[in-house]
C-alpha cells in the first residue's frame, strides 16, 4: 500500500517568500509528526498532531512557522518570510493509534537562496 | 530534549553482532524504549520497542536492563547495508507517542 507521501521533494524559495510544505499520511493513521532535519544534523521535533487533541506544538522554533491538518489526515508545514537557516529536509510521520511504529515519508528538502 | 544518551559512532565487522547501548536514567514506569534507524538519505525506520523484557524481531534484539536504564540493540550478524544512524528513543506507547530524537549513534560496518 502507500505510504506517507510529502510534496514537494525539493523546493528552492527566496529569502523572505512564503512556503507550503504537504504530507500525505498512511490512510487513517491518526497521529501525525513533523520534523527538520539540517545537514549532518539529528532529527529536530517541531509538531505532532494525535487525532482531535490539540497538536503539540512545543518544537516549533518560532511563529514564522505553523502547521495544520485537515479532516484528520493531509497535514501542511507553512514557513512565513523563510530565512537561510530554514533550509533543512523537512521529515513527516505518520502512525495508527494502535501501533507502536511510526512510518516516515522521504522528506521535502528546502533550500532558502 | 532527548532523554537518552548514545555514543557518537561505532564500528563494527561485516558479519559479527553490532551492539549499540543507550542510557534512558530518567524513564518512567509507562515509557517504552524505541530504536530507530537512517539510512542515509532515508527517512527513519522503526527497528524494535520494548517496555522491560526483552523483545527479538526479524530485524534485532532488544536487551533491557532489570532496572531499565539502559538499554542494548543487537544486530547479530551486521551487514554493509545496516551503516546507518541508530537512535534510541523513550516515550510513551498507545495513544500519546512523542518520539524525541536525540543525536543517535552512528555506526559504520566495514568489510
Known amino acids: 500500500g502507500a505510504g506517507v507521501s510529502q510534496s514537494p521533494s525539493n523546493k528552492v524559495t527566496e529569502k523572505g517568500k512564503d512556503v507550503e510544505l504537504r504530507c500525505d499520511p498512511i490512510?487513517?493513521?491518526?497521529?501525525l509528526y513533523w520534523y527538520r532535519q539540517s545537514l549532518g544534523q539529528g532529527l529536530e521535533f517541531l509538531i505532532y498532531?494525535?487525532?482531535?487533541?490539540?497538536?503539540?506544538k512545543s518544537g516549533l522554533p518560532s511563529d514564522r512557522f505553523s502547521a495544520e491538518r485537515t479532516g484528520g489526515s493531509v497535514s501542511t508545514l507553512t514557513i512565513q518570510r523563510t530565512q537561510q537557516e530554514d533550509s533543512a529536509v523537512y521529515l513527516c510521520?505518520?502512525?495508527?493509534?494502535?501501533?507502536?511504529?511510526?512510518?516516515f515519508g522521504q522528506g521535502t528538502r528546502l533550500t532558502v537562496v | 530534549d532527548a532523554k537518552t544518551t548514545q555514543p557518537p559512532s561505532m564500528d563494527c565487522a561485516e558479519g559479527r553482532a553490532a551492539n549499540l547501548p543507550c542510557n534512558h536514567s530518567?524513564?518512567?514506569?509507562?515509557?517504552?524504549v524505541y530504536w530507530y534507524r537512517q539510512i542515509h538519505s532515508q527517512g527513519p525506520q522503526y527497528i524494535i520497542h520494548?517496555?522491560?523484557n526483552n523483545e527479538t524481531n526479524e530485524m534485532a534484539s532488544l536487551i533491557i536492563t532489570e532496572d531499565r536504564k539502559s538499554s542494548t540493540l543487537i544486530l547479530p550478524h551486521a551487514t554493509l547495508r545496516d551503516t546507518a544512524v541508530y537512535y534510541c528513543?523513550?516515550?510513551?506507547?498507545?495513544?500519546?507517542?512523542?518520539?524525541?530524537f536525540g543525536a543517535g549513534t552512528r555506526l559504520a560496518v566495514h568489510p
Open positions: 528513543i523513550v516515550a510513551f506507547s498507545g495513544g500519546y507517542n512523542k518520539l524525541i
Open positions: 498532531f494525535q487525532g482531535n487533541s490539540a497538536p503539540d
Open positions: 490512510s487513517g493513521h491518526t497521529a
Open positions: 510521520a505518520s502512525r495508527d493509534r494502535g501501533s507502536s511504529e511510526a512510518f
Open positions: 530518567t524513564i518512567s514506569g509507562n515509557e517504552y
Open positions: 520494548g517496555l522491560k
